[in-house]
């Protein structure tokens, strides 16, 4: 695998500045979800006795959401409100989602919310008025740290992030109305861990930049607190970038791209500690398919914290997805590999304009061409390397599953 040199470099840089969004976008859903706990911890609350914790997952927690495509679409807020004093031998999954859905509907009649509540299979979902442009989805969950770790440990399976492992629910579930040890499991927490873990002392490093920089300025914070948004890792960077390429790659398709979580997981097993966002974009272009893996039957993407959940688990049924992954995944690679070659930014952005949007590389080329000499760079300029390899491409050769580390 050989480096990429500057230019693209700072093509890729520039890329991520304008698929980033801006903090304020992150501190607001973190008042909204805040507002929310605050609303099941007042004095006539159903839940306030129950212990209710209400935290943020998903993209907003890994530092890896993206700019809407347009203005018309909106943020999605994945959160989960867990109630700490309940067990599955208290209720089902049916009583506890009507339980947290009556708090959400008057939490809504009270702020004087105008789109209504819906309910969708496993969340309700809050939708905030036009201007915020965002919805945010609300999980209701109990713990199931203790389960989890006896349900790895007797399959011998890596027991670091399952203490914060917890039951949902779900009414596609043939349980949904019946009392029943038998949940749906997630750990949103543990994944966010496990991330945060494969990015590294890059993370640390970033984080505490930031605080000197802040302690310059007068601002007081310390890398413990300092959220992971707050700062950009090549890991993060990657799977910003290849997330935007699949959402315009399958813009007239939605329902057959590749579902965030196993692009996510993909990227963090292949990314291996690379320092810039171009060593990393094609270390993990060159590696996730490795660790799309098949036992015999069907194709398997493992949750990494829980290897018996399986992210790909529609793939069997639906091998669409399974062509739509392939295709996406040696889409990229031709895409980047292109990109990395274009002896000017111009170049660049002829490279991916088709599936990372026509006005988003336009804006990067603009940009680019501003800056510095206020020239793109000479097309008589070679680039520094050849374009990467990729192993394996063009092939589908899974390997059989392990446990993950």
Partial sequence: MVGVNNDVEKYLEALIEELVIPVSRYEQAEKSYQSLGDWFHREDSKLKHLDPVVYVQGSFRLGTAIRPINDS?????????ELKSLTKTDLTQYELKQLLGNEIKAYHQARGMVKPVEEGGR????SYADGAQFHMDV???LPNGAEQRLILERSHFDVSWADSAISITDRRNPNYYTQSHDWPRSNPKGYAEWFRHRMGALLAQRKQQLVESLKYKGITASVETLPDYRVRTPLQAVVMILKRHRDEMFSDQPDLKPISIIATTLAGHAYGQQNTIGDALFAVLNGMEKYVQHDGSKYVVANPTDPLEIFADKWQAEPVKVEAFFQWLQQARDDFGKLSLAPTYQGMSEAVSARMGGELVARVSEKLGNAGSGLLRSA????AAAAPSFANSGQRAPT???TFA
């Fill in 380 to 383: 008589t300029v070679a680039p």
């Fill in 123 to 126: 969340c309700w979902t809050l």
């Fill in 139 to 141: 999980l209701p969950a």
């Fill in 400 to 402: 059989t599953p392990k």
């Fill in 73 to 81: 679409e909106e943020y999605d807020v994945d959160s989960v409100c």
